[in-house]
C-alpha cells in the first residue's frame, strides 16, 4: 500500500510540473491578458521585466510601446482573435478597449481600424 500511494504522489508531481505546456501557458506565466498598447515607440528604453514571475500579483511583463514592463493585467475571454488582412484608409477609431468591453464571448480584437468585438476563433 505505501508503494502505491509513492507511485500516485510522484505521477501527481510530474503532471503538476505539466500543467502550465497543457493549458498552453509557458512556465511561471499567470492567467489574464496584457492591456491594448497604442503608444508610438518614441524613444528605446530598457525592459523592466523579462516574464511575469517578476511582477508582484495582479501583474503581468507586458509590451509597452518599444520596452516590457510590469502593469495591471486585464480579464480575457477564451479563443483567440481572428487575423484581419485589410487595410484601413481611414482613421483609427477603437470600438472597444479590452474583452470585458464586448458581449457575451465576443473579444475585443485588433482589426484594420482598430479594436472592434468579434466572435473568437478556435486555437
Known sequence: MRAWS???LVALLALGS???AATGRRKGEKLGGC???DEPCLQSVLDQCMDDSQCPSRMKCCSRAC???CVRMVSVKPGSCPKDALRCLSPI???CRTDTDCRGSRRCCPGA???DCRNPVRG
Open 93 to 95: 477609431q477603437h470600438l
Open 18 to 20: 505539466q500543467l502550465p
Open 113 to 115: 481600424c482598430g479594436r
Open 35 to 37: 492591456p491594448p498598447d
Open 6 to 8: 509513492l507511485l500516485l
Open 67 to 69: 520596452y516590457r514592463q
